[in-house]
């Protein structure tokens, strides 16, 4: 199953944490939020239909997430957990590690922020640059 949620860049997206990425729904950004690289997302974890809920409810899903900006793309793979609520209407946060709250899609993803290539942050830190949040479970 597949569902994309289209987002906005910032002049503040920095994309250094080396544990998360994550996209929301607020219109702002401050350089304290290094794992953000999207703004004005079309909608936070809630707005993800319920049938991939259920999916990413799984803890034996693989979830590929990818980032598709221009001419760039980055993809991040990870897994589904019973302990995903999904229910942050604002945020969308994938991680390395196994941690979990209502803002968490998936766990135990093979990559984080400080990991996607520079250029294609630079083109994230134009305010009117769209880019798709591409959401695919398996």
Not at 94 to 102: D, E, G, L, Q, V
Not at 113 to 130: A, C, G, W, Y
């Amino acid at each position: 199953m597949r569902f994309e949620i289209s987002f906005h860049g910032h002049k503040n997206v920095r994309s250094l944490h080396p544990k998360s990425i994550e996209i929301t729904t607020d219109p702002d950004l401050t350089v304290n939020g290094d794992c953000i690289v999207g703004v004005r997302a079309s909608c936070g974890c809630l707005g993800i239909p319920d049938k991939m809920k259920t999916l990413l409810q799984n803890p034996q899903s693989e979830v590929t997430c990818t980032i598709l900006v221009g001419e760039h793309s980055y993809k991040i793979t990870g897994r589904g957990s019973e302990k995903l609520t999904l229910k942050n209407p604002h945020d969308i946060v994938i991680r390395k590690s196994n941690f979990t709250c209502p803002r968490t899609l998936s766990i135990g993803c093979d990559t984080a922020s400080d990991s996607i290539p520079r250029q294609m942050i630079k083109t994230l830190q134009n305010p009117e640059t769209r880019g798709i949040f591409r959401i695919e479970v398996k």
